[in-house]
């Protein structure tokens, strides 16, 4: 039996041998449910787990009598939100344990099958298995008295010639036929998570061979950017501010597939050591939603013991998280992360000492979700809306509306009363991006071949620009016509560093300059810094004029280097060029006739108000002005008959402005009517009033623009 099954597997191989080389694709099928995950579950767990045994039998017996089971794994997963499980049993310094009975001498290898149990438990509640596989036999006889964890004799006879297993090329040999035996062996697992290369894998096409074999199985890879393989997974780094903040150190750019790895235990080894290590919420709950906020997959390890059970602190962390991150699972399940190439509103330092990061949901780009996980000192927050313009705040957990503002393209919370101590969630609605140029063609001062200018503005987050280590670098935007110019915005390729510097190739030292006839520039119009940070740099403008607009890049905080994804110009901010705009929601309003009703969706806030059907029933808002003078009202309703129902707009019980509000084709399409009424300084009372039988249509709220117009 053993003779036939070496046969089998190197008839594989050998079949293999000359199949044409595979690519890994950026983006492939087999990768969808690693790009559906937001998390992981790493567990190390071998011979050396504590008490540490040099039988494997012995090792086997005691997992078995201990109680070990498959659906312990999978639940506490779910409990911390995990999509996947990593296993780690192969493990260097686990004495190269398989927890299954390989037909492969060598090294440990089990009677029961614990791999195929897990995979088959986890599939039957929806979650993937990846399968860890090392190439390092350097700790072959580590914790032992004499001898090694690995057989050099006893793998020679079975493939027929010496091979001296403590060696790298050996081991690769090793562990090369036991890829294609677990392929074979298990048509549901998952992946190989590859703790590094081996030269030997790579001189027989090991990974070209997994991806024609199993088609559907993904393949990453431990410290080291192999570009064949799906995905990069590096350690969680530290030295960081704030110290969760794991996303500063990535260096590989999205849309490739990126994992942080990192321990739930404070200290002791990666797999059991014998103690009940503490788990440290804050940097733990940090950790795993800012690499969300990054569209990073968080693989968080945890050291179960001989009998698969968790110490009682991880046990009690993972009770606490799966009720925690419940509360608030909208907001990181089914989202990418916000302020890079999906959207969002812009993450990172906030203002009075905050610290977050933005997520975006995939199935609907307006729909935003702020994570303050360093609060700020006081009742207010306040971050770069993106362009976005926003309709609606709330208080994931309570559903509570939260008052905000719009001015200058920064969105504003206030009035919040007590912050989460590990993260307070805003959901935010939004009606879109306004403001932004379209058609506007880009050139550049330099570009190597293939990222040339027009890749910063094509919106298309697969291509970029590149200045070709030039300096000054510079890139123009031509706006077909002399137009107003706000802001720019610039979205640099995410692969540079934040922590250590040095791996940076931001921008840091730029100048702005205008041209109407793309010659004549004259004197910069700005000059300035931007940080070494993530997501959407702006760099806003006094109001000017122009059809031609550069921005030159005079520095740089790490490297020459300058990449941009995308990179576009505002002529206005969301909600009106620099004006300052406000909501207010119907269901706040003072209502004469009728009741505040949630039965239609596409609302904002929590409802709207569904008057009753007589003339001279009314809703009313008071609306402060910072100032006497003209204001935008954008009144949404909706009306779903077929017959208008018109209202009388008054302010301050003056003249009656009359307004149409034709039927908008259902109660669900929600249409805005815009007008402008005068103002007087502190609290005015805006009324809209029914003039016919009909009532008012549905009132959503009303937007107020002062200090310009929408």
């Known amino acids: 039996m053993r003779r036939t099954a070496m046969l089998a597997v190197l008839a594989l191989v050998l079949g293999l041998l000359t199949a044409a080389p595979a690519r890994a694709d950026l983006q492939h099928p087999r990768q969808a449910f690693l790009r559906n995950s937001i998390a992981g579950l790493f567990l190390h767990w071998g011979e050396r787990t504590s008490p540490q045994h040099t039988s494997c039998s012995a090792w086997e017996a005691d997992v078995t009598n201990g109680g070990w089971s498959a659906s312990y794994w999978v639940n506490e997963a779910k409990k911390l939100h995990a999509q996947y499980i990593v296993l780690a049993t192969f493990h260097s310094r ?24 897990l995979i088959d438990a986890a599939d039957a509640q929806g979650l993937k298995v990846i399968h860890y596989m090392t190439d390092d036999p350097q700790w072959h006889n580590e914790g032992l008295s004499s001898g090694s964890w690995l057989n050099s004799s006893a793998f020679s006879s079975y493939v027929g010639h010496d091979v001296d297993l403590t060696t790298r090329d050996g081991f690769g040999e090793f562990s090369y036929l036991q890829f ?14 590859i703790d590094n290369d081996n030269a030997y894998w790579e001189r027989n096409d090991l990974y070209a061979k997994i991806y024609q074999q199993r088609p559907d199985m993904t393949i990453s890879n431990n410290n080291e950017d192999t570009p064949i393989m799906d995905m990069i997974s590096n350690e969680q780094k530290t030295g960081m501010t704030p110290s969760y903040d794991y996303p500063q150190a990535v260096y590989t750019a999205l849309p490739r597939l990126i994992e942080a790895d990192f321990k739930l235990p404070t200290g002791g080894p990666w797999w059991y050591g014998g103690s009940d290590q503490a788990v440290d919420r804050k940097l733990t709950l940090g950790r795993l939603i800012t690499n969300a906020g990054s569209s990073v997959k968080a693989l968080m390890a945890e050291t179960p013991m001989v009998n698969g059970k968790f110490p009682a ?8 998280a799966n009720t925690y991150l419940g509360e608030i699972w909208e907001s990181l399940g089914g989202t990418e992360g916000g302020g890079y190439m999906f959207g969002g509103l812009k993450p990172g330092f906030w203002n009075n000492g905050a610290h977050g990061v933005t997520t975006v949901a995939k199935d ?53 009363s007590g912050w989460d101590q590990y993260d307070t969630v805003f959901k935010v609605l939004t ?8 058609g506007v063609t880009l050139s550049a001062s330099s570009s190597t071949s293939g990222h040339g200018a027009a890749a910063a503005g094509d919106g298309n987050y697969l291509t970029y620009w590149d200045s070709d280590a030039a300096e000054p670098a510079r890139l123009t935007f031509d706006l077909g016509s002399a137009k107003p110019i706000r802001y720019l915005a610039v979205n640099q390729r995410e692969d540079s560093t934040v922590y250590p510097s040095s791996g940076s190739a931001r921008i840091s030292d730029y100048q702005v300059h205008v041209s109407n006839d793309g010659s004549t520039w004259g004197s910069a119009v700005k000059t300035g810094t931007v940080p070494n940070a993530r997501g959407v740099q702006f760099i806003d403008l006094n109001a000017v004029t122009a059809r031609y607009v550069r921005l030159s890049k005079t520095g740089h ?33 003072t209502i004469s006739q009728g009741a505040v009703e949630s039965n239609h969706a596409g609302y904002s806030g929590t409802g709207f108000v569904n008057g009753d059907n007589v003339t001279g029933s009314y809703t009313e808002w008071t609306i402060n002005a910072p100032a006497a003078g003209t204001a935008t009202i954008a009144l949404r309703y909706a009306n779903g008959t077929t017959t208008a129902r018109p209202a009388a707009v008054t302010v301050n019980g003056g003249a009656a402005q009359n307004r149409d509000y034709p039927g908008t084709g259902a109660w669900t399409t929600w249409v805005s009517d815009t007008f402008t009424v005068p103002l007087n300084a502190g609290a005015n009372t805006l009324r809209v009033t029914a003039t016919t039988d009909g009532g008012n249509p549905n009132l959503d709220y009303v937007d107020v623009t002062t200090g310009g117009t929408s």
Not at 95 to 112: K, L, M, N, Q, V
Not at 313 to 320: R, Y
Not at 372 to 379: L, Q, R
């Open 180 to 193: 294609f035996e677990q392929m074979q062996r298990y048509p549901k697992l998952a992946g190989f998570w």
């Open 431 to 438: 009606s879109g991006r306004q403001g932004i140029y379209t």
């Open 94 to 117: 686990l004495g190269y344990a398989r927890p299954y009975p390989s037909a492969i001498p060598g090294s440990c290898r089990t009677t029961r099958d614990f791999l195929g149990e």
């Open 364 to 416: 609907d780009p307006n729909r935003h979700y702020i994570h303050v996980i360093t609060p700020p000192s006081g009742s207010t927050l306040s971050l770069r809306d993106n362009g976005y313009r926003v309709s609606s705040v709330t208080n994931l957990r309570t559903g509570a509306p939260v008052a905000f503002t719009q001015s200058g393209g920064t969105l504003t919370l206030s009035g919040i």
């Open 557 to 589: 905080h790490g490297v020459a280097r300058w990449r941009v994804d995308e990179a576009w110009v505002g002529g206005q901010y969301a909600g009106g060029g620099g004006s300052t705009g406000t909501r207010y929601e119907a269901e706040n309003a």
């Open 313 to 320: 602190q991880q046990v009690s962390f993972n009770n606490f």
